[in-house]
């Protein structure tokens, strides 16, 4: 798989995140924000943005392990 190719399935698995954990995600790694500036933006604790962080991660992971055994096995 190329690079487009890579990039092109994990934003389609980032778009099937709840919203918040969506957000929570792509303000961390795509804008560089920390966990202490996310939650100011998003107005939770920084526990809470740190527990989305991690819920994304995980659901990711899912949604490409799915995509992966589907079209890779």
């Known amino acids: 798989m190329d690079k487009k190719e890579e990039s092109a399935v994990l934003f389609k698995a980032i778009n099937k995140l709840p919203e918040n954990q969506r957000i929570d995600f792509l303000l961390h790694r795509t804008e560089g ?4 500036e996310v939650a100011k ?17 995980a659901n990711l992971r899912n949604h490409l392990q799915e995509y992966y055994e589907k ?3």
């Open 41 to 57: 933006v998003l107005n939770i604790s920084l526990q809470a943005a740190e527990s989305l962080q991690v819920r994304a991660k």
């Open 33 to 36: 924000l920390t966990n202490n």
């Open 71 to 73: 079209h890779f096995k």
